[in-house]
């Protein structure tokens, strides 16, 4: 069974910075699709950065350009997303999503794997 657990979230103030991990089971991240989505409340759920199998590079979305950038290691199963700079607009429950040998997606529904999301909120 595929499971992935999001970890790493909390409450920091504008300006600081956290790193979610996702942990991978039953995956071989090398074949798969590793994207990060978030919610924020009363919105749907939007994609801010996605890590392509066919070159390893990732595509970051909207507002997060330039603060946020991800890392997996491959042979743990893990994926990260760095965060810095935050913004109270940041705040939202975010999640790690998998699809195997498939292509980066901004939609939601291409993605057959989920965490349970973890919840980030900046505040000072």
Not at 43 to 54: D, F, H, L, S
Request: aromatic share 10%; glycine share 10%; charged share 20%.
């Amino acid at each position: 069974e595929v499971q992935l657990v999001e970890s790493g979230g909390g409450l920091v103030q504008p300006g600081g910075s956290l790193v979610l991990s996702c942990s991978a089971s039953n995956l071989r991240l090398q074949d798969t699709i590793i994207s990060w989505f978030r919610q924020a409340p009363g919105k749907g759920r939007e994609v801010v950065a996605c890590t392509r199998i066919t070159d390893g590079r990732t595509d970051y979305y909207g507002s997060v350009k330039g603060r946020f950038a991800t890392s997996r290691d491959n042979a743990q199963s893990m994926a990260y997303l760095h965060m810095n700079n935050l913004k109270p607009e940041d705040t939202a429950v975010y999640y790690c999503a998998a699809e195997v040998y498939g292509s980066c997606s901004e939609s939601s529904e291409e993605y057959e794997f989920w965490g349970q999301g973890t919840q980030v909120t900046v505040s000072s």
